[in-house]
């Protein structure tokens, strides 16, 4: 058992389990209920990682989210977890982890020497050092900036943890469970109040487990281990630890993240990683308590100097010594609970008071203890490189500004406190605007500009009594403002040592000729010659001395440093700190895990995939699919060796030549009804729709307000009040709210219905040549002749027993129907189609020759009606109404939309007939033009015609109508292409239209 | 995320709602001579104003009907929330 820094019978560990674990390859044990940081402290461990900047060994500074040092990287079941508090992360079988920002080795580590070269590194030296010759930026700057930065390396591999996403609502939520949130829980749950009570430590208690007090007779332990068996009891209750409230929103929206397995040994199969809460609560307790502050000396950052706080629980919670010859340096009564802590553990430490001569309970117990204490006295530097060897002591005059009898006295840490700083981010985050407390030389939250108070600590409270009172009061009165039902519990009696004020020093001067790093930001290497050097350079506002010297911008968010920055520069500044002001509190108040956010919207699940009824037929018939919008359709349909273009080919041709079958479920498909839908349609189309009759169909072209194309498609009347819509599958959701948007807002006297019934119907587009005899087929009794059912007709009847719909619409400008039914029958449709149509060589045919087909008959679709074009630029000029007034009419008068070369659709075939022109290649006159070359348009949509058997495709082309015959060139710059290509017409095949009408 | 009064159904999340923008823009009458800038105001001109601003939501995954919001652009408080059709106080 080499545990040489564990005491024997204390602290609050699992002594029976032990733990091992590996530390940069070398194993350690340690108990259940330790964190990285208790383990290796009590194997003597301190050495944990390097500094930011010059590469300084670092070593263990805090006990909680405030750690600024000991970062580390984690790798668990073949993943690394970067950024891993050592102080939060608790221990599991098996756990190994290593330290971040050194190579080869954290005691080895070649980059320290930039601690020797630190005259190159002050303050903004990124704004100056990288910045001549500029050819240096991009091959050596750059990369050994990128080398140089970060804490870890993240897996670039897909994370295969869990993460959940959880919604709740309470009345009141509590962040912290210390002795104000444990209070004003119980306040408000025994008033009936729906709380959540959240804690971030395994541990609920906060302070009560390190304090030594007593509420209503019993310690602080006991008191903090009743309350929560009874908050744990009560239905209306929900009591988390492991779970940091990390951000404050809009409208009392906090959101909290729950570490589930992070201290498990390996993922539960159920049992999520983390788990992320969005809580919508009624009120707000902010409890989340104080941070200890840094006292500033020379060498302050070398391993073995920490928080006192931090050392005292290392001993109460964890039963560890943070070293054996402790010295205390301290401004106020925090040190002495410390040293009394160590003395109890048969200890002696050294308390060096910066304060004359103090008087208090506390320090009288500590006098009795016959610990040594020495007034008036300050450390000015650490000495020992990677761990605290021993320290230069010396008296400090009246005003602070003169050292006197320098010594050194050995020890093998320094536990320091300057005072607490209460953690106000959460109230900052609400947006409420802090005050200074000049009592406390802190910021306390000021006025609600949401639903919230702080409590306790985190509000400048710090006795108990004060706090129990104010929290049992706090959680009775908000909770009774819900509930209403004035069941208030008595304030038990609190027992505390009373302290006695601090010294607001907090910076311990150079002694002549020396010049001591004085560090202010420890994650950041951020020293007090930092900031007197930027505030030199003319740096005013403490927001750009924030950014210039980075204090405060590491992923501590600089806990234990902003104070003593704001200090600083008001101290040097002749200002106060209110004038000084502070730097914004953003979310998160702790780093979150991009997993957490993310959840299960991971992969396939990052959206919802809608698939029709006929999908699984797809799939057994080797479909390929594609993503339109969140709809899965087949691209096409393999067949032995097929790539996508002979698929696509052979399924156009025999659409062509044949019939085929393609699955337009995914269209959007909306109900209109009403008695006055005809002159609503008639609103919302560019064409006149007051004449449709009964049982025809009609295709309409919608516009924006402003004169765009909107959507297009078909609407059938089925009845004399009763349409059927349908929309592009893009658009379907967009026209639907534009619809509703007329209805409910602009037109209310309409008396008018719509409702999406996409989902509703299956559809199957019968199209070819011998699609007419599969129809005659599949409906024996119905009329289906040119004259029965002619183009744009709609007919009602029964296939096999099943009612279906039939639209005699084509969108691949051949003899074409679509056939609806009902969703669930989707299924035997489509196989009636297929089994029935094979004496025709009917060929199921998917998106890509649904494309083919269109272009080359210069039907426009999404790629043509892009959100840029208007009627005319689409060709579809012919269907804007002259005589009636529509939705976006009114802009098409604007002169840029009346001028007479705009874009025009045109069609374009490579002279060589052989060469496809990619997707979005410009059309030019003058392929070697100086540059930028003057386009005339874009290629908007590509395919090789299977009519004429070469390529071709559609282009938006200035003043296209006139251009056809002309002679040009495609250009592609992505593709490195320049194609001759000739001008013709977008009705590339059949431009009279006569198939369709066949 | 701002916890909205769809006056159909409740305090509901944002996320269940749609900005929809302006709400006191008022759609020229269909057939109506107006002038270019009548037109180019309605539909390009609106103001963005700090503090108070009657604004349209559609409740797109909830009831799908637009309600008016009025809401204040800096801070986020909402007010008080309307139907489509009812008068604004």
């Known amino acids: 058992m080499s545990q040489d820094f564990r005491l024997d019978n204390v602290g609050m560990v699992n002594r029976e389990k032990k733990i091992s674990f590996k530390f940069n390859g070398k194993k350690y044990f340690g108990f259940e209920g330790d964190t990285i940081a208790s383990a290796l402290i009590a194997n003597g461990v301190h050495l944990v990682g390097r500094s930011f900047k010059y590469h300084r060994p670092r070593g263990f500074f805090g006990v909680g989210v405030d750690e600024p040092y000991a970062i580390l990287q984690l790798d668990r079941n073949n993943e690394r977890d970067p950024n891993i508090r050592a102080t939060e992360q608790e221990i599991f079988e098996g756990l190994e982890v290593k330290s971040v920002n050194c190579w080869p080795s954290v005691n080895f580590d070649i980059g320290a020497i930039n601690n020797f070269l630190k005259m190159f590194f002050p303050a903004g030296f990124y704004y100056k050092t990288f910045m001549w010759p500029p050819s240096f930026w991009y091959k050596i700057y750059e990369p050994f900036i990128r080398m140089a930065a970060g804490f870890g390396e993240a897996s670039i591999k897909h994370d295969k943890e869990r993460y959940e996403h959880k919604y709740e609502y309470c009345d009141l939520l509590i962040t912290g469970s210390g002795p104000s949130g444990l209070a004003s ?171 004359s ?103 400048g409270i710090f006795t108990l009594e004060e706090t129990i009172k104010d929290a049992f009061d706090k959680g009775f009165d908000v909770s009774n403002k819900i509930t209403e039902k004035n069941n208030k519990v008595s304030v038990p009696t609190v027992v505390e040592k009373k302290s006695t004020d601090h010294d607001k020093f907090w910076c311990v001067p150079l002694p002549k000729g020396k010049s001591y790093k004085r560090f202010l930001d420890f994650q950041n290497d951020v020293a007090v010659s930092d900031i007197e050097l930027a505030l030199r350079e003319g740096f005013r506002s403490i927001e750009h001395v924030k950014r210039y010297t980075t204090l405060g911008m590491a992923t501590d968010q600089g806990k234990t440093s902003n104070l003593n920055g704001l200090q600083l520069v008001s101290d040097i500044e002749n200002k106060v700190v209110p004038q000084v002001g502070h730097t914004t509190f953003r979310p998160p108040y702790t780093p979150v895990s991009i997993g957490a956010i993310v ?52 399924e156009a041709k025999n659409v062509r030549q044949n019939v085929g079958v393609c699955d337009v479920t995914t269209l959007g498909k909306i109900d209109v009804k009403g008695p006055d839908a005809a002159e609503f349609l008639n609103r919302v189309y560019t064409n006149a729709w007051l004449k449709l009759p009964v049982g025809k169909a009609r295709y309409g072209v919608m516009l924006r307000e402003d004169g765009i194309v909107m959507d297009d498609g078909t609407t059938t009347r089925i009845s004399e009040n009763h349409y059927h819509m349908t929309t592009t599958t893009a658009q379907a959701a967009n026209v639907l709210s534009h619809l509703e948007y007329y209805l409910q807002l602009v037109w209310p006297e309409l008396n008018v219905n719509v409702v999406s019934t996409t989902e ?42 099943v ?39 009917i060929q199921p045919y998917g998106t890509e020759a649904l494309s083919t087909l269109r272009i080359e008959m210069g039907h426009v679709a999404g790629s043509e009606l892009d959100g840029r074009t208007i009627p005319y630029d689409a060709s579809l000029e012919g269907l804007v109404s002259k005589k009636k007034d529509f939705i976006g009419k009114r802009s098409l008068n604007r002169s840029a939309f009346t001028s007479t070369d705009r874009e025009k ?69 992505l593709k490195n292409k320049t194609i001759p290509v000739e001008i013709v017409s977008s009705h590339y095949v059949d431009p009279e239209g006569k198939r369709v009408r066949s | ?15 269940e709602f749609a900005y929809g923008g302006d709400a006191t823009v008022k759609r020229p009458e269909l057939n109506k001579e107006i002038s270019d800038q009548e037109w180019d105001n309605f539909v390009y001109l609106r103001k963005s104003p700090r503090g108070k601003h009657l604004e349209l939501w559609h409740h797109i995954s909830g009831c799908r009907q637009w309600i008016k919001v009025e809401r204040d652009t800096s801070t986020h408080e909402i007010f008080k929330t309307y139907k489509a059709n009812e008068a604004i106080e």
């Open chain 1, 599 to 650: 959840g299960r919207e991971v992969g396939k699940h990052s959206k919802p995939t809608r698939k029709s009824p006929m999908h699984s037929w797809h799939e057994k018939n080797n479909a390929v699919f594609v993503d339109a919008g969140v709809w899965l359709r087949p691209r096409y349909y393999k067949q032995g060796n097929e790539g996508l273009f002979e698929a696509s080919k052979r």
């Open chain 1, 185 to 355: 829980a119980y306040a408000a749950a025994k008033n009936g109040a729906r709380v959540i009570l959240a804690e971030d430590k395994p541990r609920f208690g906060g302070s009560l487990l390190t304090s030594d007090v007593n509420i209503g007779n019993q310690t602080g332990v006991e008191w903090t281990e009743k309350i929560i068996a009874e908050l744990k009891s009560m239905p209306n209750v929900t009591v988390k630890n492991r779970s940091q409230v990390f951000g404050y929103y809009d409208h009392n929206m906090l959101v909290m993240s729950e570490r589930i397995s992070d201290h498990l040994p390996k993922t539960q199969k159920y049992l999520p990683k983390q788990r992320l809460w969005y809580i919508r609560a009624n009120e707000v307790l902010i409890s989340s308590g104080s941070i200890e502050r840094p006292l500033v000396f020379g060498n302050n950052d070398t391993p073995g100097v920490m928080l006192s706080s931090a050392a005292k629980e290392y001993m109460k919670v964890y039963g560890v010594l943070v070293g054996k010859k402790p010295l205390i340096f301290t401004n106020n009564d925090s040190g002495y609970e410390t040293a009394i802590e160590f003395k109890k553990n048969g200890v002696n430490p050294i308390i060096l008071d910066t304060r």
């Open chain 1, 357 to 459: 001569n103090p008087s208090s309970d506390i320090i009288t117990e500590a006098k009795n203890l016959n610990i040594e204490i020495r007034f008036s006295y300050v450390v000015v530097a650490a000495k020992g490189y990677k761990k605290v060897k021993s320290a230069d002591i010396a008296k400090i005059s009246d005003d602070k500004k003169e050292l006197f009898n320098i010594e050194n006295i050995e020890c093998d840490c320094i536990c320091v406190s300057g005072f607490w700083t209460p953690s106000i981010h959460l109230a900052s985050q609400s947006g409420n605007k802090s005050k200074f407390n000049e009592k406390i030389d802190a910021f306390v939250p000021d006025k609600s500009k949401q639903k919230e108070n702080t409590i306790g600590s985190a509000n």
């Open chain 1, 905 to 973: 659709l045109v069609g374009v075939v490579p002279i060589d007939k052989t060469t496809s022109i990619p997707e979005g290649s410009y059309i030019v006159k003058d392929p070697k033009a100086k540059l930028p070359n003057p386009k005339l348009g874009h290629v908007s949509a590509s395919c090789w015609s299977v009519e004429y058997d070469n390529p071709f495709s559609l282009a938006i082309i200035k003043d296209g109508k006139n251009m056809i015959g002309q002679k040009l060139f495609a250009m592609s710059p």
């Open chain 1, 803 to 841: 009612p279906a719909k039939i639209y005699r619409i084509s969108f691949s400008g051949e003899l074409a129907y679509e056939i609806n039914v009902e969703s669930d029958n989707g299924y035997f449709m489509w196989e009636k189609i297929m089994e029935v149509g094979k004496e025709f060589q």
């Open chain 1, 760 to 801: 509703q119907w299956a559809g199957a587009a019968i199209a070819g040549p011998n699609s007419r005899k599969l129809l005659m087929k599949l409906f024996p009794n119905l009329d289906v002749s040119n004259e029965g059912l002619p183009f744009m007709g709609y007919k009602e009847a029964d296939l096999f027993g």
């Open chain 2, 1 to 15: 995320m701002l916890y909205i009064n769809c006056p159909h159904c409740g305090l509901r999340s944002q996320n």
